[in-house]
């Protein structure tokens, strides 16, 4: 992975092979050294820093990234690279990674409660579980801050100790103490309480260890007054792989779901991420939690993508139809007003028709339905037409758009040899006209299926999903399709606990839907244009 | 369909007029009627004094410039520049990252391009949109490493959008630049241009209204673009139009509506005159395959 390039500019000046050394060294090579040098420098920056946190997989994509870009730009060969490389680096990291990536995360179970590694977890762990020692000494204590980080000075009889998250606590002779208060620590700046105020969460989970040895535990405070001693209950022997209670004396060892169970089934809360092979994909065709709500959501989505092509199409149509006559005044006029809702920024159109939806105030019920009390945005079957209603208004100008340029397309001489040969009207409509519009149209209108497949701002602008479905255990709701249903389960909406394995586990099903119709719909679309 | 059953002369041409003529302007009428009230609504909407919603259903009840005015107590200008910056540097990388591509591919005859080529259809076919969490995990690690390619920035949010350049504009390119005749190349290289040259001097100006339809589709695309913002621009001063807009409407619609109103007024008028300027231009864009 190497995001950092970002060659807006393609810096490629070189020369072609034959010409000689001697001109090799123009302007363009020049840009193209600065180029090349500014792109190096941010890469090597980023390697850099990734190596010193430890990020070995932003490291490693970015020495590949760098060597190849470096190579491709100075190289005398690989021309068409040269070209294809700046998109080529985006593609890699931000589509084909990622496409990767789901894949890999749809086989585990990352999520809420399987957030990181073994080792982060076991940080986790002892650090919720971390008690303040029985009986332990309350210590006067101080905010202290150098710049932005915080740290603790507490009196420790008449000695002062100092520390911080990363520096544990050390004597500090020159510190000023006045009545059992701390006043100054040099290098340090104590806090007023107005400031701990403000980082009132920074100082209630700040931890600075007693002394080197973890095991001596750590001070915390919740006041910001008096300082403790907390050590964690738990201990994890690394030798033994195992996660001890101090207080209890049970052992967690760790299971084949990523976490740490004891031998009567107890689990820790804080697990890491583990492979589950297909559990996610068998979840959501089996397990009656997701499978139902599932099911429902995806006869809906097929149902809204292909009445959303429908109606727009045939208003769009018909309106092409009526209004597509060469006689007729102001045609121009007409049009220009009609493909207004298509000029509307569409995420506009959507918030806009969700006010004017609103069951108590809007204008659709107070003004054009004369008061009702319609339900459009909570009952289940109106928040449904109320989508299709959005829907119709903000794609019928798109369809009348592209069937007016098909109708016009049509060869007149065609049209007049089927009058000729006696055909009615109605006739040469359904038998040339039709046809050679479905054919011009057939493949935006596949494109226009796929697209609201996966409609994602109209459902979550108009109706977010809603009304819930009041069985399911997941946050998805009766207008829900697919794509807003994996944005509720991936928790990333804040709605619910975060489960990235099973959205990326969806989000691998709705491609190989889309891509089942897009490879049938290719085919069909060719099978059409052979028939002509 | 036409009636036959007339009596005089005048009134068989009138009605013959309204049968073959008349009742499509009266279809035309009330469609466009259709089209227009909301729009006409939210016009009024954003004039009305009170900026709720439940005041603003009179139309043109009142008119003062209240909601415009409260605009600026908001991030709402913060939000349009975010938008146009955002929208602006992806739609130009895009159009220069795509035509290079495409160029490679048209001009070029490499090993694998084939391959290459036939591989960008399949990619195409996964839309970005559904890799998001796969993104917004990529984002969380990058931002740990360098906090500027991270969550919560704007330059993430480009380059996550500039991830989809290739895929989907190469193939629109590569069409048209085909049409472009090899003899004007083959001049210029022996007139002594290099290929980079002829790249950037010859071969754009050739291309210029397709890297038009490319730049215009990539800008509407992030305009609009609601899912990746929303995920990624957590701060409010971050936000783009379409973040910040939905968050308006979403919490206490009734309460910021007058808000809403004339800022959708406000940043759709610009859009709306460009896109009637352009309209022919546009409707024959449309076949080559942009879907709203």
Not at chain 1, 469 to 483: E, K, M, Q, R, Y
Not at chain 2, 119 to 148: D, K, R
Request: proline share 4%; net charge neutral; glycine share 8%.
């Amino acid at each position: 992975m190497s995001p950092t390039e970002a060659p807006v500019v393609n810096p490629d000046q070189s020369r072609p092979r034959r010409v000689s050394h001697a001109r090799d060294f123009g302007r363009g090579f020049f840009v193209k050294l600065a180029l090349v040098a500014l792109i190096d420098a941010l890469g090597v920056y980023i390697a850099m820093t990734s190596f010193a946190q430890g990020s070995m997989g932003v490291f490693w994509g970015m020495v590949v990234a760098l060597v190849a870009v470096n190579w491709v730009y100075f190289t005398k060969r690989a021309l068409p690279m040269k070209y294809l490389m700046p998109g080529l680096v985006f593609l890699l990291v931000y589509q084909i990674f990622t496409m990767g990536y789901t894949a890999y995360v749809a086989f585990t179970n990352y999520g809420d409660g399987h957030n990181s590694t073994k080792a982060h977890a076991v940080d986790a762990l002892l650090i919720q579980n971390e008690k303040r020692v029985e009986g332990s000494a309350a210590y006067p204590l101080a905010v202290v801050a150098d710049g932005e980080e915080l740290g603790f000075a507490i009196l420790d009889g008449a000695t002062v100790r100092v520390g911080t998250a990363e520096v544990p606590l050390y004597p500090d002779v020159n510190a000023v103490v006045e009545d059992g208060v701390i006043r100054s620590v040099p290098g340090f700046e104590v806090l007023s309480r107005q400031e701990i105020l403000q980082r009132q969460n920074e100082v209630t989970s700040l931890r600075v260890p007693v002394s080197e040895d973890a095991e001596a535990g750590s001070i915390r405070t919740q006041d910001a007054r008096q300082g403790y001693v907390y050590r964690s209950i738990l201990v994890f022997d690394e030798s033994r792989d195992t996660m001890i209670n101090l207080e209890t004396g049970v052992e967690y060892t760790p299971n084949d779901r990523g976490q740490f169970e004891s031998a009567d089934g107890e689990r820790l809360a804080v697990g890491w991420r583990v492979n589950v092979g297909l559990e996610n994909f068998t979840a959501a065709f089996s397990d009656a939690r997701y499978a139902t709500p599932f099911f429902k959501v995806l006869v809906w989505t097929f149902v809204f993508a292909i009445l959303s092509v429908v109606i727009t199409f045939f208003f769009g149509l018909f309106l092409a139809v009526v209004l597509n006559d060469e006689r007729l005044w102001f045609r121009r006029l007409m049009r220009s007003l009609l493909i207004l809702p298509y000029a509307f920024p569409a995420f506009m159109s959507f918030l806009l028709w969700r006010g004017m939806l609103n069951k108590d105030f809007g204008f659709i019920n107070t003004v054009l339905l004369g008061g009702a009390q319609i339900n459009w945005l909570s009952d289940p079957w109106f928040s449904k037409i109320a989508v299709l209603v959005v829907q119709l208004w903000v794609g019928f100008p798109y369809m009348f758009l592209i069937c007016t340029g098909a109708l016009q397309a049509i060869p007149q001489d065609v049209l007049e040899a089927a009058r000729i040969d006696g055909a009615g009207r109605f006739r040469v409509w359904r038998s040339i006209t039709l046809p050679l519009l479905l054919v011009a149209v057939a493949p935006l209108l596949i494109s226009s299926f796929a697209f609201n497949f996966n409609n994602f701002n109209i459902i979550e602008m108009v109706t977010e999903g809603n009304p819930r479905f009041p069985d399911a255990s997941v946050p998805v709701g009766a207008t829900d399709i697919l794509i807003t249903m994996v944005y509720s389960i991936s928790g990333l909406d804040g709605g619910a606990a975060k489960n990235y394995g099973l959205a990326s586990a969806l989000s691998i099903v709705i491609f190989l839907v889309v891509a089942t119709i897009s490879v049938i719909s290719f085919r069909k679309t060719k099978a059409l244009e052979e028939i002509h | 369909m036409a009636t036959t059953s007339v009596q005089s002369p005048r009134r068989m041409s009138a009605g013959r007029w309204f049968s073959e003529l008349g009742w499509r302007y009266v279809v035309g009428a009330l469609a466009i009627v259709y089209a227009a009230f909301p729009i006409v609504y939210v016009v009024s909407a954003s004039l009305a004094t009170r900026g709720r919603l439940q005041g603003s259903n009179q139309l043109f009840a009142t008119v003062s410039s209240t909601n415009y005015e409260a605009l600026s107590g908001t991030r709402f200008w913060q939000w349009v520049v975010n938008t146009l910056v955002i929208a602006s540097i992806t739609a130009v990388a895009t159009v220069i990252m795509g035509a290079a591509a495409a160029y490679a591919f048209s001009r070029f005859r490499f090993k694998g391009r084939r391959v290459a080529l036939a591989s960008l259809l399949v990619i195409q076919m996964f839309p970005q949109l559904l890799a998001f969490v796969a993104v917004f995990l990529l984002l969380l690690t990058l931002g740990e490493v360098v906090p500027a390619l991270g969550l919560n920035s704007r330059l993430a949010l480009i380059m996550v959008y500039l991830g989809g350049a290739l895929g989907v504009n190469t193939f629109l390119m590569y069409g048209f630049f085909n049409t472009i005749p090899q003899e004007i190349d083959e001049a210029a290289k022996i007139d002594g241009a290099s290929h980079a040259q002829i790249f950037w001097t010859i071969i754009l100006r050739l291309v210029a209204p397709i890297l038009a339809v490319v730049a215009l589709l990539s800008f509407i695309s992030s305009f609009s673009d609601f899912l990746l913002a929303k995920l990624i621009l957590q701060s409010e001063q971050n936000w783009t139009l379409a973040v910040g807009m939905y968050q308006w409407v979403s919490n206490q619609t009734d309460a910021n509506w007058g808000l809403f109103a004339a800022g959708a007024v406000v940043s759709a008028i610009p859009v709306v005159a460009l896109f009637l300027f352009l309209q022919k231009y546009i409707v024959g864009g449309l076949t080559a395959g942009s879907v709203k």
